[in-house]
């Protein structure tokens, strides 16, 4: 499939798809959607829908590879610091916009939580530089950075926020976006375990997983409050890449998992509990 089709195009076929196999009671209403705007902080399709809609149980369209079943995302925040000083000699004692824009992120990375190192990645804050800028207009100079934060379970974007404004230097000023808290729906979730019986129905090895990007999950699980699971073909360690592409024998298998799963949950394609929740399946992390 062409470049896109591991992320987005791929899921969303496969569940197309499986839609129109489906075998479940007239009382049983399926829909799917493809939400625009995912990969931006605003998650505009996601929000609209979770407005909208209260659905009884939800699958979140993502790559997870045919085998696995992702269990949840991490939080995110991304912020933009921006300093402002007045105009002066290079060669002078006093700091740079750009020199207390550095000093302030530097500030807010020895104060953020520390859980050790030894945890796993999803478990742990994770910070990356997105973006610096600096401008002058020979009176002002200013200086940008942008921070994007990866949060934990139990790290809320709030706690980020404080410590961002403890920090904030003279003439400092900041603004986030994208702030979603970490959602992480347990093994005996129902939709987690119709989809791990597909999986085995259909010849496969279950594998829960954990990943630590964010996803529109974050947007409708506090929303919803409903049984929910990721699950999609292909390698999401190829996302955003020159080499994002789907693999069409895993495209074909998660065609036959999905359908198995929405007639788990349609009330019509047995017990998925018939396997117990945590037996026989590995549990992995991923972005």
């Not at 195009?9 to 799917?32: H, S, T, Y």
């Not at 090895?205 to 292909?234: E, F, I, L, Q």
């Amino acid at each position: 499939m062409q470049a896109g089709g591991d992320c987005a195009k791929g899921p969303l076929v496969a569940m197309l798809f499986a839609a129109a196999r489906e075998r479940v009671g007239e009382d049983v209403l399926i829909r799917v959607a493809g939400a625009v705007g995912e990969e931006t902080p605003r998650s505009v399709g996601a929000r609209a829908l979770a407005e909208k809609w209260r659905p009884d149980a939800c699958i979140i369209g993502e790559p997870s590879g045919w085998e696995g079943v992702t269990l949840g995302y991490k939080g995110r925040c991304v912020a933009t610091l921006r300093v402002e000083r007045g105009c002066a000699h290079s060669a002078g004692p006093g700091e740079s916009a750009g020199d207390a824009a550095i000093a302030w992120r530097e500030r807010i990375v020895a104060a953020l939580p520390s859980r050790g190192e030894s945890l796993a990645v999803f478990d742990r804050v994770q910070h990356t530089v997105r973006g610096m800028r600096s401008s002058s207009d020979g009176l002002i100079e200013a200086a940008e950075v942008e921070i994007g934060f990866r949060l934990p379970p139990g790290i809320g974007p709030g706690e980020v926020k404080e410590l961002i404004a403890r920090a904030r230097p003279q003439g400092g000023l900041f603004t986030t976006e994208g702030d979603e808290v970490a959602h992480l729906s347990p093994r005996s979730d129902e939709v987690v375990a119709a989809l791990t019986a597909a999986i085995r129905a259909e010849g496969g090895r279950p594998v829960h997983k954990r990943k630590t990007g964010t996803s529109d999950m974050n947007v409708v699980a506090p929303v919803w409050r409903c049984p929910m699971a990721a699950y999609g073909p292909g390698d999401s360690s190829l996302d955003h890449t020159p080499e994002e592409r789907i693999d069409l024998r895993e495209f074909t298998r998660s065609i036959g998992v999905l359908a198995r799963a929405v007639e788990v949950l349609g009330g019509s394609g047995g017990d998925p509990a018939a396997t117990p929740a945590g037996q026989g399946q590995a549990e992995k992390e991923g972005r």
